[in-house]
């Protein structure tokens, strides 16, 4: 098992640029998040989904879209870069006991 | 108050020593919590977890449950090197979400 992958792991986008960030998770979980991390701001929602078919905002959700393709895969979006979107993007999963998220290697975005 | 706040550190202690990191917790999130550990440049792993009132115990690891007080703590007894990393801890909300705290970075010096 691959757990949670993303894709890629790191890129470059210029202001403006768009781009799409991808996450699967081969653990059946019904759940799946996408995070970004910050210095000294922790890690913080942007999207969730609870189930296939389902998507909700999170704490940061502004300037970011979000598909969940199929129960394995979630993808965030970036319609238009901005600097201030600059930051280490991660994927989670976690299944229907709730006992933990589990957490892909993170994306690392610089939007010059 | 935010959800989840930590105290951000850095905390330094030496080899085989106790480290404690600490944590504290709204009335806005529910009463499951986790301590994650992330090293740099990588993903946040779960520790501990825990439900109950009280301690929880494994291998080095202690998490502590306040509810009257609202905290949750993390003790790693025999501080390592090799536990030098930022330690998060998260509380879940009704929605099955977590929130995390900021994180506190340990250092171990040998």
């Known amino acids: 098992n691959a757990g949670v992958t993303q894709t890629p792991k790191f890129q470059v986008l210029k202001t403006g640029q768009s781009m799409t960030l991808q996450c699967a998770q081969d653990m059946n979980h019904n759940s799946m998040y996408w995070y970004r991390q910050d210095p000294g701001m922790g890690l913080r929602l942007i999207y969730y989904s609870a189930s296939e078919g389902t998507t909700d905002k999170g704490e940061v959700p502004n300037g970011y879209n979000v598909s969940r393709l199929n129960k394995r895969e979630f993808s965030l979006r970036l319609e238009s870069a901005a600097p201030s979107q600059t930051s280490v993007y991660f994927c989670?999963?976690?299944?229907?006991?709730?006992?933990?998220?589990?957490f892909g290697p993170g994306t690392r975005l610089l939007v010059l | 108050q935010k959800e989840v706040e930590q105290n951000s550190g850095p905390l330094s202690v030496p080899e085989g020593a106790i480290a404690s990191l600490n944590c504290t917790y709204s009335d806005r999130v529910s009463q499951s919590f986790f301590w994650y550990r992330q090293y740099s440049g990588k993903s946040p792993e779960l520790i501990m977890s825990i439900y109950s009132n009280g301690d929880k115990e494994d291998g080095r690891f202690t998490a502590q449950l306040n509810k009257a007080s609202q905290y949750v703590s993390l003790l790693i007894r025999d501080s390592q090197p090799s536990d030098s990393a930022t330690y998060l801890c998260?509380?879940?909300?009704?929605?099955?979400?977590?929130?995390f705290g900021t994180g506190t970075r340990l250092t171990v010096i040998p």
């Open positions: 998260a509380a879940k909300t009704g929605a099955n979400n977590l929130f």
């Open positions: 989670a999963s976690m299944g229907s006991a709730g006992e933990t998220q589990y």
